[in-house]
């Protein structure tokens, strides 16, 4: 994975609560055994009219919009199911870090592990940052990583939480699969005295 | 003395390879993997192309289930898979199964199914394991004493390779639900009334224990369909302590533990349950014998209602961003504010899924329309959680049931759950779903879910219109 040190960008707002993993990505787009071309099923309920036309009223749509890669949800975002194909899609759109009062605890994991960085808010930053764009299409903000900060346009910035392991990964570009491996000492110390009366291959 | 600990704990440090510091997550041992078609093809590619491993096969089962037809087979006896993208998806699961040596209920054999509904089935879940899967719904399995959740597909790629995952442990909240529920008030209406008073963002962060008199009375079927749901509710994991009911339900089953094994896990389970004095950092509480059988009304498994209750009013709305959800959710639905749901007409209904697919939920909704028949203009699809659940609702005649009643007899799998076959509710269409969740177009694009229970789902098949089941008992 590369390195994130500080992600600058322009915000597009999407002010509603618990947007969950099938709005993100709808089931009709997971029958692939690849990650691509999911940036084009992101929110296709909203950003498509039924004959396939992009619907103009979608906040994505808009002119304004375009080029944003900074979201700014409502609370519990990405409620529902497990699909990776969730942040995979944000990320294949173009968005680098969504912002959000709170997200749901398996989205925001997976979000982390591919580097789309998950940006918690108090709900009064939340509001006014939705204001934000909603009085200046072409709001940008900075995010930092290592102050755990969002920086907005007037120089305010509001600070986030963010776990010392997950920052320290994105920042130095850390692959945590190859991590995990390290530990293979431990794993067999640990298979060795914990036997498991299970065997699948029977 | 040792502090006392929750279930939780107990499966937790159990599993510990390496425990959290400030600076890194913990090394979780997995005790038991399952996989499926949808969430696992990238993480095969990603091991591959780093020439790595699959650790523990022999810990490891896929099944095919999310984007398998569950139409009627074939005269050879196949289940013909004709969605081409489908077709990719199951072949390339094979590939996978073979070339790392992960055994695989195939497509229409005998164990296939749902997979939080075979794990069960086998005797693959059990107390106090440790159990994941590129699926939400993981946490079914947490209804035996097992920390079981769901995770992403490079967890899983971690977990192919490793048998490990990194993660921070969760915090814990009690649900407790005390007293006895009514006739015709099931395990579903227990976990959607909890869900539409503690919302779909209540348990984020947390891992609940679901405890209390109620609970304890529930078969190991009914406590799995509670866990299933604690999902919706946001928690990670939904876990109910060990008891003579779930070794009864686990001894003697496929892949459990047989003899002297089976005499000594025992003795390792019955030490699970939270000790007496444990704490936990937050509590819920529900009163079974005040639930009613409850059904959803919107678009997120949290807007639910008594079935003898009205749709709420913008007024009741806690603040601006709630009244605009709820204004969105009833424009979906085309339903009205303050309105009774009761008498509503509905067009399709769902019986099957991860959480009402078994065979006490096929029992009861058979139960409840023998002798009557589907009311005219509804379509009802009967989807069996497994092929063993298939298989059993047919010896008992179930099946006949519900086609002499003019309901659909399909095949295993997750079906109009998720709509990913060519099992959808139209656009406009209104469903009574057994299934968890109602988002928007979950069903089929323009699909309207009103979530409840197998009895509610059956009393609006057979008047067409939504049924409080308790009328018809
Ligand atoms: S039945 Fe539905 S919720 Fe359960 S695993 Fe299948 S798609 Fe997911």
Redesign the pocket.
């Known amino acids: 994975m590369d390195s994130i040190k500080t992600i600058t960008g322009k915000v597009v707002a999407l002010p509603l609560e618990n947007v969950d993993t099938d709005q993100i990505i709808p089931a009709k787009y997971l029958s692939t055994t690849t990650k691509d071309g999911l940036g084009e099923g992101l929110f296709s309920t909203w950003r498509y009219n039924a004959d396939g036309t992009p619907n103009p009223d979608f906040v994505l749509n808009r002119t304004e919009s375009s080029g944003a890669t900074v979201l700014v949800a409502g609370r519990n975002f990405g409620s529902g199911?497990s699909r990776e194909h969730a942040p995979w899609a944000l990320q294949a759109y173009g968005f680098r870090a969504v912002i959000s009062p709170s997200f749901a605890d398996i989205f925001k994991s997976n979000a982390l592990k591919i580097g789309l960085l998950p940006v918690i808010v108090d709900a009064e930053s939340y509001y006014q940052l939705v204001s934000l764009c909603e009085e200046e299409p072409q709001t940008q903000v900075t995010i930092d990583l290592a102050s755990q900060t969002v920086t907005l346009p007037g120089g305010q910035q509001v600070g986030f939480p963010l776990d010392g392991f997950s920052k320290h990964c994105l920042i130095n570009g850390v692959d945590q699969l190859g991590f995990i491996m390290q530990q293979d000492a431990d794993i067999t110390a640990f298979e060795a005295t914990n036997p498991v009366a299970l065997n699948t291959q029977h | 003395m040792t502090t006392p600990k929750t279930l939780f704990e107990k499966v937790w440090d159990a599993h510990q390879v390496c425990p959290e510091t400030p600076d890194t997550p913990a090394v979780l041992y997995i005790d038991l993997h399952l996989i499926h078609e949808v969430t696992s093809p990238q993480a095969f590619t990603e091991i591959r192309e780093r020439g790595l491993k699959v650790r523990r096969p022999d810990r490891t089962m896929a099944t095919m289930?999310?984007s398998t037809p569950t139409t009627p087979r074939n005269a050879q006896g196949i289940i013909p898979v004709t969605d081409p993208q489908a077709i990719a998806q199951l072949n390339q699961l094979r590939t996978n199964c073979a070339e790392f040596g992960i055994p695989l209920f195939e497509l229409g054999s005998d164990k296939q199914g749902?997979?939080?509904v075979i794990g069960p089935e086998q005797g693959l879940t059990q107390p106090g394991m440790t159990i994941v899967c590129g699926?939400?719904?993981t946490s079914t399995h947490g209804a035996f004493g097992a920390l079981a959740f769901g995770i992403g597909t490079s967890e899983v790629g971690h977990v192919l390779a490793s048998q490990c995952l990194l993660q921070r442990k969760a915090q814990t909240c009690a649900v407790r639900v005390d007293g006895r529920l009514g006739p015709g008030v099931t395990a579903k209406d227990i976990i959607l009334a909890l869900i539409a008073k503690y919302g779909v963002g209540g348990g984020t962060g947390y891992v609940f224990e679901f405890m209390g008199e109620a609970i304890r009375a529930l078969s190991m079927e009914e406590r799995m369909t509670i866990c299933?749901m604690s999902i919706e509710g946001g928690a990670r994991a939904g876990m109910i302590a060990p008891d003579e009911t779930t070794f009864e339900y686990v001894a003697g089953r496929p892949f459990a533990p047989q003899g002297a094994a089976f005499e000594s896990a025992l003795a390792r389970w019955r030490s699970l349950p939270s000790d007496e004095g444990a704490t936990f950092d937050h509590e819920m509480r529900l009163a079974a014998d005040e639930l009613v059988p409850m059904i959803t009304y919107g678009t997120n498994p949290g807007m639910g209602i008594p079935i003898t209750g009205t749709i709420p009013t913008l007024d009741e709305m806690g603040d601006a961003s709630a009244r605009v959800a709820l204004e969105k959710a009833l424009a979906y639905m085309n339903l009205e504010p303050g309105k009774p749901l009761l008498g509503h007409a509905i067009d399709v209904v769902f019986i099957?899924?991860?959480?009402n697919?078994r065979i006490s939920d096929l029992r009861q909704a058979a139960g409840l329309l023998k002798g009557r028949t589907v009311a005219e203009g509804v379509r009802v699809m009967v989807v069996p959680?497994s092929q063993q659940v298939r298989q059993q609702a047919e010896s008992e005649g179930l099946d006949v049931i519900f086609k002499a009643a003019g309901a659909e007899w399909r095949e295993a799998g997750?079906?109009a759950?998720?709509a990913?076959n060519s099992d959808v509710v139209p656009p406009g269409k209104y469903a009574v779903s057994t299934?968890?969740?109602n988002f928007v177009g979950r069903q089929g694009p323009g699909s309207r879910s009103l979530l409840a229970s197998p009895l509610t789902a059956i009393a609006a098949a057979v008047t067409g219109v939504v049924t409080d089941p308790r009328t018809l008992i």
């Open positions: 199911s | 289930d999310h749902i997979v939080h699926d939400s719904h299933n099957g899924s991860c959480t697919g959680g997750c079906s759950c998720l990913m299934s968890n969740r």
